[in-house]
């Protein structure tokens, strides 16, 4: 039997909060899946999450979401 090792992990579902999302983040909104593009920084600590369909959402410092990050790239 051979053991199977690509060297790359499955994403795991974690939970996210504004001091931790990063690009690339998949989140589960509203039924359905988004990709985080980019980010910025907003006046008390909350951030604007960019999609990759266009979509913008602000998420707070309270705000919590439940996503999907692959392995680091380094």
């Not at 999302?21 to 604007?48: E, F, H, M, N, S």
């Amino acid at each position: 039997m051979k053991n199977w090792t690509s060297g790359r992990s499955l994403p795991a579902p974690i939970e996210i909060t504004s001091c931790n999302v990063r690009r690339g983040d998949v989140i589960l909104i509203g039924g359905r899946l988004r990709r985080v593009t980019d980010l910025l920084q907003l006046p008390g600590g909350a951030k604007r999450l960019l999609f990759e369909s266009g979509e913008q959402l602000t998420m707070h410092v309270r705000t919590r979401f439940i996503a999907s990050r692959g392995p680091s790239r380094w």
